[in-house]
């Protein structure tokens, strides 16, 4: 939702009055110039909000979109069961986590295709782990230590929505910091650009990334 809105806001600034009122001719409106100005300039200064009326059926357009994806990028990796003796994982209302290079950094995932790890806890003793296909080959069920279990709950804490769960007289979460995660919805000139669970500095680094390729893009032009 905070993508089609910060979209939409981008698009307006862009809008002249020739193109506004071309689309609402398109629509069975007749509008005056005039009046498509005062449109522009309202929808310019910015003094409005924008508010979605189904939002469900804007998560389901998206969804259904990249689920048969994403279902081939699971089926490549190499599944793990890990075990643990304790009771010491959490879980989330957004319980799949990706884990970059550093698994110690959690917000650093340069995304599905390329996290290094996707971790799953399916109960506060178990976790499905999925690596990699260079990373690991064979499947198989492991033990977890401290280590681990301190890997997967930093991610899957990092990237919660709205809560975490706990088994009640526990605290796995007890003593650690996170870093501070970056908002979903960027832009930069006049690119909207949306990565989920990144940290501030993951997000600093994209942008960074994405002002070198426009730059080369831009001596490209010129020579």
């Known amino acids: 939702m905070e993508h089609m809105k910060v979209l939409s806001r981008e698009l307006i600034e862009f809008a002249t009055p020739k193109s506004v009122r071309e689309v609402l001719q398109a629509k069975g409106d007749k509008i005056s110039m005039k009046e498509v100005a005062e449109i522009v300039k309202f929808a310019q200064s910015g003094d409005y909000r924008l508010e979605v009326n189904h939002p469900s059926n804007l998560h389901l357009?998206?969804?259904?979109?990249?689920?048969?994806?994403a279902?081939?990028?699971?089926?490549?990796?190499?599944?793990?069961?890990?075990?643990?003796?304790?009771?010491?994982?959490?879980t989330s209302d957004e319980p799949v986590a990706l884990v970059g290079r550093n698994p110690h950094a959690p917000g650093d995932a340069p995304g599905l295709m390329r996290a290094a790890q996707i971790v799953f806890p399916?109960?506060?003793?178990?976790?499905?782990?999925?690596?990699?296909?260079?990373?690991?080959?064979?499947?198989?069920?492991?033990?977890?230590?401290?280590?681990?279990?301190?890997?997967?709950?930093?991610?899957?804490?990092?990237?919660?929505h709205r809560f975490l769960v706990r088994l009640p007289g526990t605290n796995p979460l007890d003593g650690m910091t996170f870093p501070k995660k970056?908002?979903?919805?960027?832009?930069?000139?006049?690119?909207?650009?949306?990565?989920?669970?990144?940290?501030?500095?993951?997000?600093?680094?994209?942008v960074e990334k994405v002002r070198r390729g426009k730059r080369a893009s831009t001596r490209r032009r010129r020579q």
Do not use: C
Request: glycine share 6%.
């Open 61 to 69: 357009s998206g969804a259904l979109k990249m689920a048969l994806d």
């Open 71 to 90: 279902v081939l990028y699971f089926k490549a990796r190499t599944w793990l069961l890990m075990r643990f003796s304790d009771p010491v994982l959490i």
């Open 122 to 160: 399916m109960d506060p003793r178990h976790a499905l782990i999925m690596l990699r296909p260079d990373i690991a080959e064979l499947e198989s069920r492991v033990q977890g230590g401290p280590d681990q279990a301190r890997i997967i709950n930093s991610h899957v804490a990092f990237s919660a």
């Open 182 to 206: 970056a908002p979903s919805v960027f832009t930069e000139g006049d690119l909207v650009g949306l990565q989920f669970n990144a940290s501030e500095k993951r997000r600093a680094e994209t």
